[in-house]
């Protein structure tokens, strides 16, 4: 592993429970401590899946500070920090780093949007007045800019940024990235189905939503690959897809809440402008968890 490298494996993108009160600070102790006892190598706080967007500056600082605090170094926590204004993402990183965290997660600006030129040196600012080790993070479907793989090779000599969590679904454009970044930069899938694509090309593994619920089956599809049964890393790939897909049948975490929930973990809340799955969505969900034996 390169010296830059925050985990290797898993990486939960893990839910943020709440509840009209707010932050539902006893259910996330819990949550975090199952991840834990289940043997994830990594947790991302605050991201997409944790409803970052949703959360106010003193929530999102204190759900990553109690993060830190409650897992105490027995796996990385990853501080989802990014934002369309750099100044706020400087801000907010700089804080995750006094607090404790391992590593940053810094996605594309969003609806302002910019430039490569633009994300050179958005990425390039952040990168430089932070302390902890930097993952980008490329979701066009969601922020309407991608990352193309000449960027990536400008940004891989910085001391500061380690790795890319690429959830553009083009794997043309991931190939090219591998060609062009070579070792200088970690990259991770960031959509569960396409894990085993990208560990195929060197990839050190997932940003998951699906290991919410299923940390440890996620965890065997890379641990399969790596023990040389690729066969049977892309059978489990193949076997978890219908689960994949109804976690994804409306927004994240919309589904992935619910799941969540229907396991005892928290309350099925998600914040407006989020709401709770079509009955329809919920039920062929369950059924795919009952299948799975996780309910």
Not at 110 to 131: C, H, P
Not at 139 to 152: A, C, F, K, L
């Amino acid at each position: 592993m390169s010296a830059k490298t925050i985990f290797k494996g898993v990486a939960t993108a893990l839910i943020t429970p709440t509840n009209d009160n707010g932050v539902d600070y006893d259910s996330f102790a819990r949550v975090l401590d199952w991840q834990v006892e289940q043997g994830i190598n990594a947790l991302v706080i605050a991201g997409t899946t944790g409803e970052g967007s949703t959360l106010d500056d003193s929530e999102h600082k204190k759900v990553v500070k109690f993060a830190v605090e409650r897992v105490a170094g027995k796996c990385p926590i990853i501080a989802a920090t990014g934002s369309n204004d750099t100044n706020y993402a400087v801000q907010l990183s700089k804080y995750c780093c006094d607090a404790g965290a391992d590593g940053l997660l810094l996605v594309t600006p969003y609806y302002n949007k910019t430039t490569q030129n633009g994300l050179v040196k958005m990425y390039t600012t952040i990168a430089d007045a932070v302390t902890k080790p930097v993952i980008l993070y490329n979701v066009p479907s969601r922020t309407g800019v991608n990352i193309e793989p000449e960027t990536y090779a400008k940004l891989a000599d910085h001391p500061n940024i380690a790795g890319i969590k690429e959830a553009n679904g083009n794997i043309s454009k991931i190939v090219q990235t591998f060609e062009l970044v070579g070792d200088k930069l970690d990259i991770y899938s960031g959509n569960d189905d396409q894990i085993v694509p990208i560990l195929s090309m060197g990839g050190k593994g997932v940003i998951s939503v699906l290991s919410n619920p299923a940390p440890k089956q996620t965890m065997e599809i890379c641990n399969k690959f790596w023990a040389g049964d690729v066969e049977g890393a892309a059978k489990l790939q193949c076997e978890f897809l219908p689960l994949i897909n109804a976690l994804f049948c409306e927004v994240n975490p919309i589904p992935v809440k619910a799941a969540m929930a229907a396991m005892g973990f928290c309350e099925n809340h998600v914040r407006l402008p989020l709401v709770q799955m079509e009955e329809s969505h919920w039920l062929k969900l369950k059924s795919l968890m009952q299948e799975k034996g996780l309910i």
